[in-house]
Structures are given as structure tokens and as C-alpha cells.
């Protein structure tokens, strides 16, 4: 079982930068592949970033490439999602997902445990 916390969403202006962070609970935090998603209001939750268990492959959704970058810190059980450029679009709650195995994916259905979201509004 994996409890997953996320955290640094807020009210950031277009172009603002936001990290947010996720933290695992559980001793195996290593063993699983983690994933960011977001959904907007009156849309389906949707993919933005994965990285593998060990840190060494991370993959993103075409409208974030170049803006945004996944990384972790096994040692800490924290996964991190910074974001740059920060566009009005880009406004949504967004969710970790852990899954657990080595094959990362982009799919929602394929992921184990969720946290509770953050909201992350920017103003245009």
C-alpha cells in the first residue's frame, strides 16, 4: 500500500514557475513507477509526466515538453514536478500516481495508487 501526498499547487501569473511535490509513504517507493496528471473542470484527467522507478527515463505529454520536467528523490520517497512557462491552459488539479513494476506508462487506468490533487490555477 502507497499513501501519496502532493503539494505546492497555488495562484500563479502566466509565464510564473510552480513545483509541486509528491510524498510516498512506504519502504518501496523505489520499486514504482510515479506519474503526474491533471484534469481540468468539465475534462477528463489526462497524462503530463512519468519517470521510471530508478530516475533514469521520464516521458511527457506534447503540451508540456520543454516546460515542465519530473524528477525523484528515492532517498526522500518524493517525487517532484517542476513547471515553468506556465500557460492559462495549463490550469487544472493535478494528481501523482504510482505504479507499481518497472514499464512506465502514459495510461490513467494502469496506475495503482493516487493522491489527493492539487489545484493549480495561473491567470492570464
Known amino acids: 500500500q502507497v499513501q501519496l501526498v502532493e503539494s505546492g499547487g497555488g495562484l500563479v501569473q502566466a509565464g510564473g514557475s510552480l513545483r509541486l511535490s509528491c510524498a510516498a509513504s512506504?519502504?518501496?517507493?523505489?520499486?514504482?513507477?510515479m506519474g503526474w496528471f491533471r484534469q481540468a473542470p468539465g475534462k477528463e484527467r489526462e497524462f503530463v509526466a512519468a519517470?521510471?522507478?530508478?530516475?533514469?527515463?521520464?516521458y511527457y505529454a506534447d503540451s508540456v515538453k520543454g516546460r515542465f520536467t519530473i524528477s525523484r528523490d528515492n532517498a526522500k520517497n518524493t517525487v517532484y514536478l517542476q513547471m515553468n512557462s506556465l500557460k492559462s491552459e495549463d490550469t487544472a488539479v493535478y494528481y501523482c500516481?504510482?505504479?507499481?513494476?518497472?514499464?512506465?506508462?502514459?495510461?490513467?487506468?494502469?496506475?495503482?495508487?493516487w493522491g489527493q490533487g492539487t489545484q493549480v490555477t495561473v491567470s492570464s
Open positions: 500516481a504510482a505504479r507499481q513494476g518497472h514499464r512506465i506508462s502514459l495510461r490513467v487506468g494502469e496506475y495503482d495508487y
Open positions: 512506504g519502504r518501496t517507493f523505489s520499486t514504482y513507477c
Open positions: 519517470i521510471s522507478w530508478d530516475g533514469e527515463a521520464t
